[in-house]
């Protein structure tokens, strides 16, 4: 007879403890049973995640100025990036191709750049300037047509790569 | 006051080691932390999973369902209370006075925590061929290759020159290792009771 009352207790107790728990959950949260189940509004925790356009109203790139290295050799472009994003992104690659006169020019960026979460960060495009040796330090951004971009973005690991074409005056 | 269950003529078989060391272990598994795991990119999204619990990252922003903590709750003590069984009717198997009593502990919880490590292990196997079914039941426009429980991948996608390469990592973790010595260990004990 005790064995058996021990073994049924013994069985019974997991069952308590589960309808406790669940229990004491739906105790905690006023008997609210979204509450209950979901917690915190997905709504909220997606507005976190996400970033909203309402809140970010730069634009991801802003040109800076173009200019042509000591030697007249390179054609150096100087960007500000701000990053939409709520963690840090890192550029690893960015290549814009521009025209000047007909003449396509490949820009590169130089090293890689940690732009902080909701920041900005200076990145710096550099390519072979062909034939411009009178050119003056500073050229006027509305004199080249950007042809071509292409950025590489890795966000937490993931990459992104963005491709555009036939976007226009650069000023 | 505590029952007293002889069964005179049976002499005691001594203490069930392979209990007392599943019992010990089974005792620690709540606080080793969880037992898979599934990242994607470097940290992206993060999703752990352990029969206490799961955990879901996303760039840092922890997202949980109360219920869920709570049934991870349950089963925490649940597996506390089972590794206590065992624990103590591995050691009264030491006695003769309560040989019966150590039998009805041991019996009852030495396979608990193996049918629970294989309903878990179940339940990510389907969650694995789900997840790869995925770009079918929800009509994404990539197709998706997921490794089954162990392994690590790489989604790429693109569309209209955005392209989108996701590194994916899914793992057992020490934890679940020692689950399962702790499961074999209470199988053994089981047998030997």
Redesign the interface.
């Known amino acids: 007879m005790t064995a058996r009352i021990l073994s049924a207790v013994v069985h019974l107790i997991p069952a308590l403890i589960i309808i406790a728990c669940a229990g004491s959950d739906f105790a905690v949260h006023g008997w609210d049973v979204p509450a209950t189940l979901i917690g915190e509004d997905p709504l909220v925790v997606v507005e976190r995640l996400v970033p909203a356009a309402a809140d970010f109203d730069e634009e991801p790139f802003e040109l800076n100025e173009l200019t042509v290295s000591e030697d007249r050799s390179t054609l150096v472009l100087d960007l500000l990036v701000h990053s939409p994003f709520t963690v840090p992104v890192t550029i690893k690659d960015a290549v814009v191709q521009v025209a000047l006169n007909g003449t396509a020019i490949t820009l590169r960026a130089s090293d890689e750049v940690i732009i902080p979460a909701r920041g900005s960060g200076s990145l710096r495009l550099e390519g072979a300037l062909p034939g411009l040796t009178a050119a003056p330090a500073v050229l006027p951004l509305d004199q080249f047509t950007l042809s071509r971009m292409s950025i590489t973005v890795d966000v937490s690991g993931i990459e992104l790569e963005l491709e555009s074409s036939e976007l226009g005056v650069l000023g | 006051m505590t029952?007293?269950?002889r069964e005179p003529g049976k002499p005691s078989r001594g203490i069930n080691w392979p209990g007392v060391i599943a019992g010990l272990l089974v005792l620690a598994l709540p606080f080793l932390g969880s037992w898979w795991r599934l990242i994607?990119?470097?940290?992206?999204l993060i999703f752990t999973a352990s029969p206490f619990g799961v955990q879901l990252s996303?760039?840092?922003?922890s997202?949980?369902?109360?219920?869920v903590?709570?049934?991870g709750?349950?089963v925490q003590?649940?597996v506390l209370?089972?590794g206590l069984?065992l624990l103590i009717g591995s050691l009264l198997a030491g006695t003769r006075r309560y040989a019966?009593?150590a039998t009805?502990?041991v019996r009852?919880s030495a396979r608990k925590l193996l049918w629970l490590l294989l309903a878990f292990v179940a339940a990510l196997f389907v969650f694995s061929v789900l997840a790869n079914h995925l770009s079918e039941l929800a009509g994404l426009p990539f197709p998706l290759h997921l490794p089954y429980l162990v392994g690590s991948t790489s989604i790429a996608a693109?569309v209209d020159?955005?392209?989108?390469?996701?590194?994916v990592f899914m793992g057992f973790t020490r934890a679940f290792t020692v689950a399962v010595l702790a499961a074999l260990l209470g199988l053994v004990a089981g047998e030997y009771q």
């Open positions: 029952p007293e269950i994607l990119g470097t940290g992206a996303i760039f840092g922003e997202i949980h369902s109360p219920l903590w709570w049934l709750l349950a003590l649940c209370y089972i069984l019966a009593i009805l502990l009852f693109g020159g955005l392209r989108i390469t996701i590194p």
